[in-house]
């Protein structure tokens, strides 16, 4: 019995899929929400005094807003099931992120979205869910 599951949250339909799965699989556990602020995917500039791009002002807390706004949506379905919710935001790497998160917040098991990539996108730019699949120390489901 799981008695904390963690679900990487994007809002995303495969991540909503995953929140809905927690609901039936694991109705008593407490469901731990992670968002994953990549700097990665921030639109970076370049300035005149420096060759090092700069990633724009206020853009972490753009992703917090972001993160807060989808939070909400699930804890509002996760307390028509009686469900308690945590809200974890972390910066990071996705799936390194996730599998730390997992080591870190005595999580019992992983449900994550799969976005579905397929062919040479997938080898081309891995696949999260893969990687936390290889290396979560905890049982993890991918919905898709």
Known sequence: MADRVLV???GSEQADAAVD???EEF???TLVL??????AEASYSYSAESALPTAPEGWYEQEQDRAEER???VEERASEHGVTVERTVEVGRPAQTIVEVAEEADIDHV????HGREGVSRILLGSVAET????SPVPVTVVR
């Open 27 to 29: 109705p008593e556990a």
């Open 71 to 73: 939070f909400g949506d």
């Open 8 to 10: 990487p949250f994007d």
């Open 132 to 135: 936390v699949m290889r290396r």
């Open 111 to 114: 449900v994550m979205g799969s």
């Open 21 to 23: 799965l927690t609901f």
């Open 34 to 39: 992670l968002y994953v602020v990549d700097p």
